[in-house]
């Protein structure tokens, strides 16, 4: 086991509570996909539906719930709104999930 500083209980709380805050809003599938789909650069709403085939209602509704959260911000360009990922510690533990999740093994096809 690795040797980690000693955290005080009040300190750990607060990052408790707001690790716990991120993971709520990563919990929901269709949040997840869409901050998975921006790390690898801005998009718009069009090419997020056209590539996670999520519906324009509940893909809105899912940018607002991020947008709240500040986890993703805007650029406007014309009529096109385009969305990235704004929040470093979210985009740290996408990263960590992707590793953990999606990355294929070397040398092994996944099952």
Request: hydrophobic content about 40%.
């Given at each position: 086991m690795s040797?980690?500083?000693r955290v005080p209980a009040?300190?750990?709380?607060?990052a408790a509570g707001r690790a716990t805050a991120a993971l709520r809003v990563l919990a929901n599938p269709d949040r997840l996909l869409l901050l998975c789909h921006l790390t690898?650069?801005?998009?718009?709403?069009?090419?997020?539906e056209a590539a996670l085939d999520i519906q324009q209602p509940t893909l809105?509704?899912?940018?607002?719930?991020?947008?709240?959260?500040?986890?993703?911000?805007?650029r406007k360009?014309?009529?096109y709104v385009y969305y990235r990922v704004a929040d470093q510690a979210a985009?740290?533990?996408l990263g960590?999930?992707?590793?953990?999740?999606?990355k294929k093994p070397a040398g092994r096809a996944r099952r």
């Open positions: 040797k980690v500083a009040h300190a750990m709380r607060q690898q650069g801005e998009h718009c709403v069009s090419e997020l809105s509704q899912q940018l607002g719930v991020l947008r709240a959260k500040g986890l993703v911000a805007t360009k014309g009529k985009l740290a533990l960590t999930l992707y590793e953990v999740y999606c």
